[in-house]
């Protein structure tokens, strides 16, 4: 095991952020074809991805320091993902890299005309962060605990320290797995997706229900992304619809992560919940005008022009 001690200076780190990186391979193709046939690909992109790193990727655009803990090994893929947190000045000083395995990778199908997608993606074999492995010391003026919720065991270790040193936590719950309840309990800011509660409420359950469900494990602040359809949010008693942005959308790969790293430049500024929610999905939005996760991630400039103009 190896510990990247590349730029050990974190003191001015403001976001932590917590789960996995990966290499995103994504293909535009002019229709999916059907099982057992074939189709030519438009044009092919090579783009680093993964929900925490591309939250930090787009804090980091907005003027944000930030830093990723993860897993990675030091295969091609690897290389590709480091390099791409170097290259968006994203601190990796504690990010481990394993010798000896494989890290994430994800092949990406997106069909030409409005930028539907269909992934296949593989975890790789590089062993998750443990417990053990979670220290925030390192970190003595951050305010914000960002997660993915992908590595439980570190989410939660990481959920406990954040409280002891005061900084807020915010969790990305995109799908329900084992330990995710007790970990969405332990965090002041849930932002899930629309199918995150479908295994507790059953499918179809309205978004209301959902964030109401969600809002009694105790964060302060819940909000559920519904894609196209915008989000829906509850602070306290006060429940707020956020309207996507209508934009020319080419692939809404990231599109998610992205809301996620603006809520939290929003709540680092003190925002309430509805102007979080609005700036979030205005960057979300124009992140969809490009291919990739993290290629289109507009900074700050781009997004108070866009608001500015809607």
């Avoid at 001690?5 to 917590?18: F, M, R, S, Y």
């Avoid at 439980?152 to 406990?160: G, P, S």
């Avoid at 494990?217 to 829906?232: D, F, H, N, Q």
Wanted: net charge negative; hydrophobic share 40%.
């Amino acid at each position: 095991m190896v510990m990247m001690k590349e730029n050990p200076i974190t003191e001015d780190v403001q976001v932590i952020g917590l789960g996995q990186a990966c290499v995103d391979c994504l293909g535009r193709l002019r229709a999916y074809p059907e099982e057992d046939g074939k189709a030519e690909l438009v044009d092919l992109h090579i783009q680093s991805g993964g929900p925490a790193a591309t939250a930090l990727v787009a804090l980091s655009r907005l003027g944000i320091r930030t830093s990723f803990l993860g897993s990675l090994s030091d295969d091609a893929w690897g290389i590709i993902i480091i390099e791409g947190l170097k290259a968006e000045k994203v601190d990796y000083s504690f990010l481990k890299v394993t010798p000896g395995y494989t890290s994430q990778f994800a092949f990406i199908a997106i069909t030409k005309d409005g930028g539907s997608r269909t992934i296949f993606w593989h975890r790789g074999s590089v062993p998750h962060l443990k417990a053990a492995d979670v220290d925030l010391s390192p970190f003595p003026r951050a305010k914000i605990l960002h997660m993915d919720g992908l590595m439980i065991e570190a989410c939660q270790e990481a959920a406990r320290q954040a409280r002891e040193r005061g900084l807020k936590t915010v969790l990305d719950a995109g799908t329900m797995r084992e330990g995710s309840m007790e970990l969405a309990s332990m965090v002041d800011v849930l932002i899930a997706s629309e199918r995150f509660a479908e295994p507790l409420l059953g499918k179809g359950a309205s978004a209301e229900k959902a964030l109401q469900y969600l809002h009694r494990l105790g964060p302060k602040e819940v909000v559920i992304t519904l894609g196209t359809k915008g989000s829906i949010g509850v602070s306290g008693d006060e429940i707020i619809q956020q309207d996507a942005y209508k934009v020319d959308a080419v692939d809404t790969t990231g599109a998610g992560d992205v809301y996620h790293g603006a809520y939290v430049y929003g709540v680092l500024r003190g925002w309430g919940m509805g102007e979080c929610m609005g700036f979030a999905s205005a960057a979300a939005a124009l992140k969809c005008t490009q291919i990739g996760a993290q290629k289109g991630i507009p900074r700050l400039e781009e997004v108070e022009g866009f608001l500015s103009r809607t």
